[in-house]
C-alpha cells in the first residue's frame, strides 16, 4: 500500500509562489496518473493539474499558465509549482494517484489520496 505525502503548503501573498511536494513510500512507476486536487469547504474537491504516466498534462482552466506540474518517478514525487496566486486558490490541496496493476487483457486500478496541505492566499 502506497501512501501519498503531501508538504509546501502555507500561507502567502497574492502574486506569490509555493511548490508542492508530493512524496510517495513507494514506487510511482506503476501510476498511470498523478495529480493535484483542491478542495474549498462546502465545495466538491476539483482537479487542478493531472500528469500521466506517459507526460501528458492537463490543467483546469483557471490555473493555466500559472500553475505547472512535474512528475519525477525516480523521486517517487510529484510537484506544482505554483505562481501568481490568486485569493481564490486559497484551498486545501491534495495529491492523487492511480496506480494500475493486472494483465493487460484485464486491467484494474486503485485510488490514492494524500491527506491534504492547506494553502491560504491572503491580499
Known amino acids: 500500500q502506497v501512501q501519498l505525502l503531501e508538504s509546501g503548503g502555507g500561507v502567502v501573498q497574492a502574486g506569490g509562489s509555493l511548490r508542492l511536494s508530493c512524496e510517495a513510500s513507494?514506487?510511482?512507476?506503476?501510476?498511470?496518473?498523478m495529480a493535484w486536487y483542491r478542495q474549498t469547504p462546502g465545495n466538491e474537491r476539483e482537479v487542478v493539474a493531472r500528469?500521466?504516466?506517459?507526460?501528458?498534462?492537463n490543467y483546469a482552466d483557471s490555473v493555466k499558465g500559472r500553475f505547472t506540474i512535474s512528475r519525477d518517478n525516480a523521486k517517487n514525487a510529484v510537484y506544482l509549482q505554483m505562481n501568481s496566486l490568486r485569493r481564490e486558490d486559497t484551498a486545501v490541496y491534495y495529491c492523487?494517484?492511480?496506480?494500475?496493476?493486472?494483465?493487460?487483457?484485464?486491467?484494474?486500478?486503485?485510488?490514492?489520496w494524500g491527506q491534504g496541505t492547506q494553502v491560504t492566499v491572503s491580499s
Open positions: 492523487y494517484g492511480q496506480k494500475e496493476y493486472g494483465p493487460v487483457e484485464a486491467v484494474r486500478s486503485d485510488d490514492y
Open positions: 513507494g514506487s510511482i512507476s506503476r501510476f498511470n496518473v
Open positions: 500528469i500521466t504516466r506517459a507526460g501528458i498534462i
